[in-house]
Nanobody, 122 residues
């Protein structure tokens, strides 16, 4: 069992940066792949990035490559999402999730956080 809490969202102008954090509790955190997803109003939840259990493999959605960076610190039980050059279309609620039950890009993970709002103004 793991509990996830996201933080770091907020309002930023286009071209700005934010760093999201996903803090976890539970002994098994370091054994889980962790993903970030986002959901804009009226849209389906969308894959953003994933990092494997020890941090040596990462994958990104095409629209985030070169702008977003996912990382983790297992000693702190935290995963980060550094977001640079933000665009208005990045506006969404961002969720972290642990332990995918299927392909990493599908929103079928066993544990989810409550989400953090990111709003990018033009």
């Amino acid at each position: 069992q793991v509990q996830l809490v996201e933080s770091g969202g907020g309002l930023v102008q286009a071209g700005g940066s934010l760093r999201l954090s996903c803090a976890a509790s539970g002994r098994t955190f370091s054994s889980y792949d962790i993903g970030w997803f986002r959901q804009a109003p009226g849209k389906e939840r969308e894959f953003v990035a994933v990092i494997n259990w020890n941090g040596d493999r990462t994958y990104y959605a095409d629209s985030m490559k070169g702008r977003f960076t996912i990382s983790r610190d297992n000693a702190k039980s935290t995963v980060y999402l550094q977001m640079n050059n933000l665009k208005p279309e990045d506006t969404a609620v961002y969720y972290c999730a642990a332990n995918p039950s299927g392909p990493y890009y599908v929103a079928e993970y066993n544990y989810w956080g409550q989400g953090t709002q990111v709003t990018v103004s033009s």
